[in-house]
């Protein structure tokens, strides 16, 4: 059976400065996260918001229709979230997040959730999901919590790297039974505070034991990671093998598919 998984979408929101599509709003994947799914013969779509200032009278398309129609959900990374989405002020103009993308985020977790269709968050998604079940998160990691590894580095991006801990006993402790510590990419300056509901740790970077791997306890298949699977190199064996994840992933969004097709 075929997969269909949708991918939330990222916003370059309207920008009468921009050289190319002068004012209009941009959704669009970053082009990893499709192939990372398209390795294992998945059709991948970007879920478009249905909402917006272009909207057209007469539009009947929900979120509600695309949880209906995919078989899964990836939450990608990108922008931080609002800090106004989980009740706080911004502790620094330049952390107030997209809003805009969080609302119609927690609206397509939300749909999918209740079309009990599995979710995997990635980086963004990872806090996304944890906001979406009334968790908070740290705004930024240096200024919060000095100590910390730098979890983002501009200058090497997607290489930056530090080791990260699997909770032993854990789902992912089973997807990766004789590697209870593997190394993983660090590109976040936020990071989750408070737990959202029905939350449990999977994973934490070391040695300063921030949040890397959450899994739902709820009615349906909700993991999510802090690190990008996507951008680790293939073949390189000093990283976790990302495959065993993604496999896990879609094997519940086929098996929501066939038992929904009988």
């Known amino acids: 059976m075929t997969v269909k998984v949708g991918i939330s979408a990222s916003f370059f929101h309207a920008d009468p400065a921009r050289a190319i599509f002068k004012g209009m709003t941009l959704q669009y994947i970053e082009q990893n996260v499709a192939h990372w799914l398209m390795q294992r013969d998945v059709l991948a779509f970007m879920i478009p918001s249905p909402d917006g200032g272009t909207r057209r009278e007469g539009s009947r398309v929900t979120l509600a229709a695309y949880a209906r129609e995919m078989d899964a959900?990836?939450?990608?990374?990108?922008?931080?979230?609002?800090?106004?989405?989980?009740?706080?002020?911004?502790?620094?103009?330049?952390?107030?997040?997209?809003?805009?993308?969080?609302?119609?985020?927690?609206?397509?977790?939300?749909?999918?959730?209740?079309?009990?269709?599995?979710?995997?968050?990635?980086?963004?998604?990872l806090q996304l999901v944890n906001v979406a079940l009334g968790g908070t998160l740290i705004q930024d990691i240096a200024t919060q919590l000095p100590h910390a590894l730098n979890h983002r580095d501009w200058s090497i991006y997607e290489k930056n790297v530090h080791a990260t801990s699997i909770?032993?006993?854990?789902?992912?402790?089973?997807?990766?039974?004789?590697?209870?510590?593997?190394?993983?990419n660090s590109i976040h300056h936020q990071a989750i505070k408070d737990l959202g509901r029905g939350l449990v740790v999977e994973a934490w970077s070391e040695p300063d034991r921030l949040v890397e791997a959450v899994r739902w306890t709820g009615s349906s298949y909700v993991h999510a990671v802090q690190w990008h699977p996507e951008f680790h190199p293939p073949g390189d064996r000093s990283f976790i093998d990302d495959t065993p994840l993604l496999d896990d992933f879609l094997r519940h969004a086929r098996m929501k598919a066939e038992a929904l097709a009988l």
Do not use: Q
Not at 74 to 100: C, I, K, N, Q
């Open 167 to 184: 909770v032993a006993g854990s789902s992912l402790a089973r997807l990766y039974p004789d590697t209870p510590v593997v190394k993983t």
């Open 73 to 125: 959900l990836v939450l990608m990374g990108g922008s931080d979230v609002a800090p106004g989405s989980y009740g706080e002020a911004p502790l620094d103009p330049r952390w107030t997040g997209d809003r805009v993308r969080d609302d119609y985020e927690i609206a397509l977790f939300n749909a999918f959730v209740h079309a009990r269709k599995p979710v995997l968050g990635v980086c963004r998604g």
